[in-house]
C-alpha cells in the first residue's frame, strides 16, 4: 500500500525533527499531498495514526491538505489546473493537457508530499 509507506516516511521525518528541537510533545503536523500523488487523505491519517502508536507522536493531530495538480503544456502553452482520473490504479495520475491532449507537459505542482509545519511542545 502507497499510504503505509509514505506515512512511514512521515512519521520518521517529524520524530527526527522533534529530536533536534527538543520536543517533548508534537501537537500537530499539518502535511500538504499533491493531487498526482492519488494518496487518499483518509487512509494516509489512519496510516499515521497507527504508526504514532507507543512514539512521541502519539495523540498528535494531523491535518492533511490536498494540493491540486498544475501543469504547463508544451504544445499550447496551456498552464493551470488538470483534471485527474480518480480510478486510475497507477501511483501517478495519468495527465495530458486538458486543452488540446497533448502528453507533452511539464507538471509544475501537485507530485509533493510534505511535512509543512509541525507544532511542538518543548521541554524544560
Ligand atoms: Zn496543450
Known amino acids: 500500500m502507497h499510504e503505509v509507506s509514505m506515512a512511514n516516511a512521515i512519521v520518521e521525518t517529524v520524530i527526527n525533527s522533534a529530536k533536534k528541537n527538543n520536543a517533548n510533545k508534537i501537537l500537530e503536523v ?10 487518499n487523505p483518509e ?3 489512519f496510516c499515521l495514526e497507527t ?11 494531523f491535518k492533511i491538505q490536498k494540493n491540486p495538480a498544475r501543469i504547463s503544456c508544451n504544445c499550447c ?3 493551470g489546473k ?16 486538458p486543452k ?3 502528453m507533452d ?8 508530499c ?5 507544532k511542538i511542545e518543548k521541554g524544560d
Request: glycine letters at 6%.
Open 82 to 97: 488538470v483534471k485527474i482520473d480518480d480510478n486510475s490504479d497507477h501511483y501517478l495520475a495519468f495527465v495530458s493537457c
Open 51 to 61: 504508526l504514532s502508536k507507543d512514539t512521541i507522536l502519539e495523540n498528535t493531530k
Open 77 to 79: 502553452g496551456y498552464e
Open 100 to 102: 488540446c491532449g497533448c
Open 43 to 45: 487512509q494516509l491519517k
Open 114 to 118: 510534505n511535512v509543512k509545519s509541525i
Open 105 to 112: 507537459i511539464k507538471i509544475l505542482s501537485g507530485r509533493e
Open 30 to 39: 499539518k502535511i500538504e499531498v499533491g493531487e498526482l500523488t492519488l494518496l
